[in-house]
């Protein structure tokens, strides 16, 4: 069975810094994109960040790039989200979301999601 | 970027209905269009991929057509555990995704 577990969220002041983290379990970490989507309080979903399973190429939304980080360490099945800089608007659930297919292809088609974990931005 | 956008935002059905929510492209898209179901306070679940594909495990009252810009989703007969918000998503453009804003279900 496919567990995605997320991890690390909180209440942080506007500036700071957060790191979630996804344990991964049910399946071959390894062989799987993985990506971040958040969702704003009442509001959609929106695609955060992404990272190939095979050479750790990296993606990110305009809205976060160069404040936040993905990464992977696939002898742990662990996906990282570092969030630097954060704002008031970056106030979210995020989860961790599987890649439907293995290997090199970045599908983007996304069939396992882990529950969320909340990030609260205090201005 | 390519923008998704929903429709309705809303509606109200009845237990047994066929309901359809439709979503359109900005810019042609072929068939990457994935459609996912949200009930409050749980995460996404994927219903359809590339359009008309029914992923593993989902009812088959749920199907997805459409190619290039426009897409929809239908239920055949609703039930009472559909009732949730739907989103559409985009996977033509690399390496990013975007999502439609969704179509809550609710009961009339």
């Known amino acids: 069975e496919v567990r995605l577990l997320e991890s690390g969220g909180g209440l942080v002041q506007s500036g700071g810094s957060l790191r979630l983290s996804c344990a991964a379990s049910?399946?071959?970490?390894?062989?799987?994109?993985m990506n971040w989507v958040r969702q704003a309080p009442g509001k959609g979903l929106e695609w955060v960040s992404g990272?190939?399973?095979?050479?750790?190429?990296?993606y990110y939304a305009d809205s976060v790039k160069g404040r936040f980080t993905i990464s992977r360490d696939n002898s742990k099945n662990t996906l990282d989200l570092q969030m630097n800089s954060l704002r008031a608007e970056d106030t979210a659930v995020y989860y961790c979301?599987?890649?439907?297919?293995?290997?090199?292809?970045?599908?983007?088609?996304?069939?396992?999601w882990g529950q969320g974990a909340l990030v609260t931005v205090s201005s | 970027d390519i923008q998704m956008t929903q429709s309705p935002s809303s509606l109200s059905a009845s237990v047994g209905d066929r309901v359809t929510i439709t979503c359109r492209a900005s810019?042609?898209?072929?068939?990457?269009v994935n459609w996912y179901q949200q009930k409050p306070r749980k995460a996404p679940k994927l219903l359809i991929y590339?359009?008309?594909s029914l992923q593993s495990g989902v009812p088959s009252r749920f199907s997805g057509s459409g190619y290039g810009t426009d897409f929809t989703l239908t239920i055949s007969s609703l039930q009472p555990e559909d009732f949730a918000t739907y989103y559409c998503?985009?996977?033509?453009?690399?390496?990013?995704?975007?999502f439609g804003g969704g179509t809550k279900v609710e009961i009339k």
């Open positions: 979301a599987k890649d439907k297919y293995a290997g090199a292809r970045y599908s983007r088609d996304l069939d396992y």
């Open positions: 990272i190939s399973g095979s050479d750790g190429s990296t």
């Open positions: 810019q042609s898209i072929s068939s990457y």
């Open positions: 049910g399946f071959t970490f390894s062989s799987y994109a």
């Open positions: 590339a359009a008309s």
């Open positions: 998503q985009q996977s033509y453009s690399t390496p990013s995704l975007t």
